[in-house]
């Protein structure tokens, strides 16, 4: 065992150990034979060094793998027109994609096809973006859907706008979603089209909206309408940090800030 | 870094509790990031053993390997293998806030959990702004809750509230006295009552010791309260009260705490100083203050010489029962 830690600086024991049957799995394995070729595999693919510990802190299980399976899988991949970095990407992002079975990927890469109704360069955009799609459940996908379609009312193209901007609104937490839509569209005020052209808010905290929507109001700026003057957009809204927020859109200093959330 | 961090992570320190969030979130929240901090700083060097390594030998014209003594660093104790160092803390917390309520709320870290006691049995007492509404009367007193009644509200002035304010404070004086057990016979009971010192150290119902109106404008009005041993869905009852007392109705739209015993809000953490080093200063800054109030708090009031009776136990510190001057009290 000591060569392999002396090697892999990096992997995360402590997390390997939580599960029940990894330590099994890992003695058993013989360093010339198995892990050797998997590395070497890997290394290959464009993995580096460094970044070898955390992927195999996630994905222990590679080793068990055969190696045949594995080039038959990226071979795949780059018969989809994925390019060689975009993989190394996809796997350092997803270590359990290549654990994976080719018709397991031609299945999730077919139904985000269908289910988006996107291109497919965009497809493989979306994809190579956020990788976990491919190797994550499909039933949250799902829901959040038929969430966007139904009960926030937003057309398909709108949603495959959002989409393409912020992947992770497919795999976001309902229950979020609607409380975030529900304050952004029914107090803010904000009407549909322009929620779409600026979906981050989606991707931020309620808190941090709430917050920052009562102080502009307390101090008259709060204006989302592009046609009056003094608009302030959504994304200058929530992805700014609270010093450039407090200096630039709210002309106030963060001390001022900070009283007033003092008084909420 | 770790445990030099730990050593100075003893003490009392107040956070400013959001409108939303549950305090034991909030608690979850703090205990998270300051093991979070604790954790990030450098491990220490790990301790090295020695080990016989086949090695070739210098200075030795035959190519062999021998066996040479060389000090390894042992890996038993890095974080990656054994996980992170910090895995829990003990985060206590003072008097509680339900989850609409935001204010001042006082927590405690490690050694200081033991000063939360201390605290309680102060009894301190608490200051809220209290925002209420009239014309409306929901079934939890809250704005959000399902509404039962819906009155108007023009014949409602400034003076008849400051005169239900004032009656308010005047009955709930009375019931100071009467919980604190004192005998107001006597001249040391008369001196504290006349400084405002008296207040029940044992269990008791919801006792306000101030209240007046800081700001009215129909619908609207905000009053300041002093309370102790109060929840805050009975200052909303109390909200709910007033309103019936002015021949209309009335809901609490916001319960604020702006101070718990000695911590003001000045002192209240935000969410964005969450973490290690400004929790670290905080317990610092607050320190001396939280020693010399918790020792004048539980110490004999007034500085007068207490004469033990018979059955009179000889310690110092303050009785869970009333104050000491009651023993004097007896004669």
Same mark, same amino acid.
């Given at each position: 065992?000591?060569?392999?830690?002396?090697?892999?600086?990096?992997?995360?024991?402590?997390?390997? =150990?939580?599960?029940?049957?990894?330590?099994?799995?890992?003695?058993?394995?013989?360093?010339?034979?198995?892990?050797?070729?998997?590395?070497?595999?890997?290394?290959?693919? $464009?993995? =580096?060094?460094?970044?070898?510990?955390?992927?195999?802190?996630?994905?222990?299980?590679?080793?068990?793998?055969?190696?045949?399976?594995?080039?038959?899988?990226?071979? +795949?991949?780059?018969?989809?027109?994925? $390019?060689?970095?975009?993989?190394?990407?996809?796997? @350092?992002?997803?270590?359990?994609?290549?654990? #994976?079975?080719?018709? @397991?990927?031609?299945?999730?890469? $077919?139904? #985000?096809?269908?289910?988006?109704?996107?291109?497919?360069?965009?497809? @493989?955009?979306?994809?190579?973006?956020?990788?976990?799609?491919?190797?994550?459940?499909?039933?949250?996908?799902?829901?959040?859907?038929?969430?966007? @379609?139904?009960?926030? $009312?937003?057309?398909?193209?709108? &949603?495959?706008?959002?989409?393409?901007?912020?992947?992770?609104?497919?795999?976001?937490?309902?229950?979020?979603?609607?409380?975030?839509?529900? +304050?952004?569209?029914?107090?803010?005020? &904000?009407?549909?089209?322009?929620?779409?052209?600026?979906?981050?808010?989606?991707?931020?905290?309620?808190?941090?909206?709430?917050?920052?929507?009562?102080?502009?109001?307390?101090?008259?700026?709060?204006? +989302?309408?592009?046609?009056?003057?003094?608009?302030?957009?959504?994304?200058?809204?929530?992805?700014?940090?609270?010093?450039?927020?407090?200096?630039?859109?709210?002309?106030?200093?963060?001390?001022? #800030?900070?009283?007033?959330?003092?008084?909420? | 870094?770790?445990?030099?961090?730990?050593?100075?992570?003893?003490?009392?320190?107040?956070?400013?509790?959001?409108?939303?969030?549950?305090?034991?979130?909030?608690?979850?929240?703090?205990?998270?990031?300051?093991?979070?901090?604790?954790?990030?700083?450098?491990?220490?060097?790990?301790?090295?053993? *020695?080990?016989?390594?086949?090695?070739?030998?210098?200075?030795?014209?035959?190519?062999?390997?021998?066996?040479?003594?060389?000090?390894?660093?042992?890996?038993?104790?890095?974080?990656? *293998?054994?996980?992170?160092?910090?895995?829990?803390?003990?985060?206590?917390?003072?008097?509680?806030?339900?989850?609409?309520?935001?204010?001042?709320?006082?927590?405690? *870290?490690?050694?200081?959990?033991?000063?939360?006691?201390?605290?309680?049995?102060?009894?301190?007492?608490?200051?809220?702004?209290?925002?209420?509404?009239?014309?409306?009367?929901?079934?939890?007193?809250?704005?959000?809750? !399902?509404?039962?009644?819906?009155?108007?509200?023009? /014949?409602?002035?400034?003076?008849?509230?400051?005169?239900?304010?004032?009656?308010?404070?005047?009955? /709930?004086?009375?019931?100071?006295?009467?919980?604190?057990?004192?005998?107001?016979?006597?001249?040391?009971?008369?001196?504290?009552?006349?400084?405002?010192?008296?207040?029940?150290?044992?269990?008791?119902?919801?006792?306000?010791?101030?209240?007046?109106?800081?700001?009215?404008?129909?619908?609207?009005?905000?009053?300041?309260?002093?309370?102790?041993?109060?929840?805050?869905?009975?200052? !909303? !009852?109390?909200?709910?009260?007033?309103?019936?007392?002015?021949?209309?109705?009335? *809901?609490?739209?916001?319960?604020? !705490?702006?101070?718990?015993?000695?911590?003001?809000?000045?002192?209240?953490?935000?969410?964005?100083?969450?973490?290690?080093?400004?929790?670290?200063?905080?317990?610092?800054?607050?320190?001396?203050?939280?020693?010399?109030?918790?020792?004048?708090?539980?110490?004999?009031?007034?500085?007068?010489?207490?004469?033990?009776?018979?059955?009179?136990?000889?310690?110092?510190?303050?009785?869970?029962?009333?104050?000491?001057?009651?023993?004097?009290?007896? /004669?």
């Amino acid at each position: 065992m000591q060569p392999c830690l002396e090697l892999l600086q990096g992997v995360d024991l402590a997390k390997i =150990e939580k599960h029940r049957d990894a330590a099994n799995l890992l003695l058993r394995l013989e360093f010339e034979k198995d892990i050797k070729q998997i590395l070497l595999f890997l290394k290959d693919l $464009g993995i =580096e060094d460094n970044q070898l510990g955390t992927f195999l802190t996630k994905n222990y299980a590679i080793f068990s793998e055969d190696l045949e399976n594995l080039k038959t899988r990226v071979a +795949y991949l780059q018969s989809k027109n994925f $390019g060689k970095a975009d993989i190394a990407q996809m796997v @350092r992002n997803a270590p359990f994609l290549l654990s #994976f079975s080719v018709e @397991r990927l031609d299945n999730r890469l $077919g139904f #985000f096809q269908k289910e988006l109704e996107l291109s497919v360069k965009k497809t @493989r955009d979306l994809v190579v973006r956020l990788p976990r799609l491919l190797t994550g459940s499909l039933e949250p996908v799902k829901e959040n859907m038929k969430v966007y @379609r139904l009960e926030l $009312g937003f057309k398909h193209n709108e &949603i495959q706008h959002m989409i393409t901007k912020i992947p992770k609104m497919l795999t976001a937490n309902k229950r979020k979603l609607t409380e975030t839509f529900d +304050y952004v569209h029914n107090v803010m005020n &904000i009407p549909h089209h322009i929620i779409v052209r600026f979906p981050q808010v989606f991707n931020t905290r309620l808190f941090k909206v709430k917050e920052r929507h009562l102080f502009l109001t307390y101090l008259g700026r709060a204006q +989302y309408d592009p046609a009056k003057p003094n608009y302030i957009s959504l994304d200058k809204l929530v992805s700014m940090p609270d010093e450039i927020f407090c200096e630039k859109i709210a002309k106030a200093s963060v001390r001022d #800030f900070e009283k007033f959330l003092k008084t909420l | 870094m770790g445990s030099a961090g730990l050593a100075r992570l003893h003490g009392l320190f107040a956070a400013y509790k959001p409108p939303g969030l549950k305090w034991k979130h909030l608690r979850d929240t703090v205990e998270l990031q300051l093991l979070k901090g604790l954790n990030a700083g450098k491990p220490p060097a790990p301790e090295q053993r *020695v080990r016989f390594l086949l090695g070739p030998m210098e200075g030795s014209e035959e190519k062999e390997l021998t066996l040479t003594a060389t000090s390894v660093p042992t890996l038993t104790d890095h974080p990656l *293998v054994c996980g992170p160092a910090f895995t829990s803390l003990k985060v206590g917390v003072g008097h509680r806030l339900d989850a609409q309520a935001s204010g001042v709320l006082v927590l405690g *870290v490690g050694r200081g959990r033991r000063l939360l006691t201390d605290m309680y049995n102060a009894h301190l007492t608490k200051d809220y702004t209290v925002r209420g509404l009239l014309g409306k009367a929901t079934d939890d007193f809250c704005e959000d809750g !399902r509404l039962v009644e819906k009155t108007t509200y023009d /014949h409602v002035t400034r003076e008849k509230l400051d005169r239900i304010l004032a009656l308010i404070q005047g009955s /709930h004086q009375k019931a100071l006295v009467m919980y604190s057990n004192l005998d107001l016979q006597t001249q040391e009971a008369y001196e504290m009552a006349v400084r405002g010192l008296i207040r029940p150290m044992n269990k008791s119902p919801m006792l306000i010791t101030g209240i007046r109106c800081l700001h009215f404008a129909p619908p609207e009005f905000l009053l300041e309260v002093q309370c102790m041993h109060e929840t805050q869905k009975q200052l !909303r !009852r109390l909200v709910h009260e007033i309103g019936l007392e002015l021949k209309t109705t009335a *809901v609490c739209s916001q319960v604020r !705490r702006t101070r718990d015993g000695f911590f003001t809000l000045d002192d209240a953490l935000l969410r964005t100083q969450w973490d290690l080093y400004s929790i670290q200063d905080a317990i610092q800054a607050a320190a001396p203050r939280v020693a010399t109030e918790l020792e004048r708090s539980l110490r004999p009031g007034l500085g007068t010489q207490q004469l033990p009776g018979p059955d009179q136990p000889q310690d110092s510190k303050g009785p869970s029962s009333a104050l000491l001057l009651e023993s004097c009290a007896g /004669h």
